[in-house]
């Protein structure tokens, strides 16, 4: 099977696709996007959206159906826990902590090796709309983080030592693929339980952030 990942190195879902990719040993070449690249998305799937998997040449999206498409043998239990109760409640979360964590890192992403001078304000400028000024959310930093830091010490009960399980499985993906990008915040400390959680699923997942740029 050839596969060939498009992404951005600080999207949640394009994370997500790496993971399960580390996780399930698929080698893979890995194309990281500039986000101003309209044109390859829409040529690969009809939409501006990202990840892309390239599978022998076909490509899907929607980070989900790619790693149901990818755990041919179940190993993340990919077919039988996106319809439970439990998957619902975790998009919920999903959904709940993502706009903290994007109101808190998105400022600081746009500094990173993956962007340059175009994409760094076509990503800005679209993000602004939704989002207002990124000044603004700098500026508003600590109250991101109250309510983050609150959710983060909460959600450690539920780290046994996987999201409600002792076994791995796609929710731990779901969940620090979310997490992931406040590694980027600057003086930014997760809870002790999550760091320690979010290191282990890094070593399930063979996940290196920022591996593109070093190769
Ligand atoms: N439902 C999609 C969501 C993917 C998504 O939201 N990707 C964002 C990056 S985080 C994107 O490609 N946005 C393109 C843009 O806004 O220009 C999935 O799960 O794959």
């Known amino acids: 099977m050839e596969l060939k990942l498009y992404h951005y190195v600080h999207c949640p879902f394009c994370v997500r696709v790496r993971m399960a990719l580390g996780y399930l040993e698929l080698p893979y070449v890995s194309e990281v996007l500039p986000y101003n690249d309209e044109t390859t998305p829409v040529k690969l799937c ?77 990503f800005r400028n679209k993000k602004e709309i939704k989002r207002g000024p990124f000044a603004k959310l700098v500026e508003d930093r600590h109250e991101f983080e109250v309510t983050l830091m609150e959710d983060l010490t909460t959600l450690q009960i539920s780290l046994k030592p996987f999201y409600k399980s002792d076994e791995f499985s796609l929710y731990d993906i779901l969940l620090a693929s979310h997490l992931w990008g406040l590694y980027i915040v600057p003086e930014f400390q997760f809870p002790p339980g999550v760091h320690m959680y979010l290191q282990t699923v890094k070593k399930q997942c063979k996940f290196i952030y920022h591996q593109d740029f070093w190769k």
């Open 46 to 122: 009809g939409t501006k959206m990202l990840p892309i998997l390239s599978v022998d040449g076909k490509p899907i999206n929607e980070s989900l159906d790619i790693i149901t498409a990818i755990d041919s043998n179940n190993k993340l239990r990919s077919r039988d826990l996106t319809s439970t109760k439990e998957f619902r409640h975790l998009e919920r979360l999903l959904t709940e902590l993502g706009a903290n964590v994007h109101g808190l890192a998105m400022p600081y992403w746009i500094y990173t090796a993956e962007f340059d001078t175009e994409s760094r304000s076509y």
